[in-house]
């Protein structure tokens, strides 16, 4: 292998022979291997401008590295009562589980079509929890979720489902906030 300068500032001319061939193999093999490997993301989705904000964040990794995307719902447990009177909080689950599959399955196919391997999840129950075991059964190897960021008397009392699941996720999350810095492209 023979480095010369070349005629312009700041390049250099690399000449390679036969005996150079697994050198080069080694070394573009090294070159292109990631520190880590992301095969599963997580990307819960409320359907809110947020949740779809960590949509697009999520998007970047997957195509990087190759991964699946996992997409999840979460309908939130709902009571029989309300100040009105009986509810029928089954039909109300079963309606929002279908609204929320068939929305789920439009994202994915819209955003994510046969780029990357791809699944929706839809699930009853506490939000944070569910996200939890979700991410356990997969396994989810990164969870990219959003934060409305509740402040005041609602966080103290309920805290934030973001907050609930990185306290007890299986791996590694990446939040993404309603109003922050934003390092996406427009």
Not at 161 to 171: G, K, T
């Amino acid at each position: 292998m023979k480095v010369r300068r070349a005629d312009h500032h700041g390049e250099v001319i690399v000449e390679l022979n036969r005996q150079d061939e697994p050198r080069m193999e080694v070394a573009t093999r090294t070159a292109l291997q990631p520190p880590f490997r992301i095969k599963r993301i997580l990307v819960p989705i409320d359907f809110s401008e947020c949740s779809s904000k960590a949509f697009q964040y999520a998007l970047p990794f997957v195509k990087e590295h190759q991964a699946a995307i996992s997409l999840q719902y979460v309908v939130p447990q709902t009571y029989g009562t309300s100040e009105y009177g009986a509810i029928d909080s089954m039909g109300l689950q079963t309606s929002m589980r279908d609204t929320g599959e068939k929305d789920l399955a439009k994202l994915a196919a819209d955003e994510v079509g046969g780029v990357v391997a791809n699944d929706t999840v839809v699930r009853v129950g506490s939000p944070a929890r569910k996200i939890v075991e979700v991410a356990r059964s997969l396994p989810a190897d990164l969870i990219v979720i959003s934060t409305h960021g509740p402040t005041g008397l609602k966080h103290v009392f309920l805290g934030s489902i973001a907050e609930h699941v990185v306290q007890r996720a299986p791996c590694p999350e990446f939040i993404v906030r309603e109003r922050e810095h934003e390092i996406l492209p427009k």
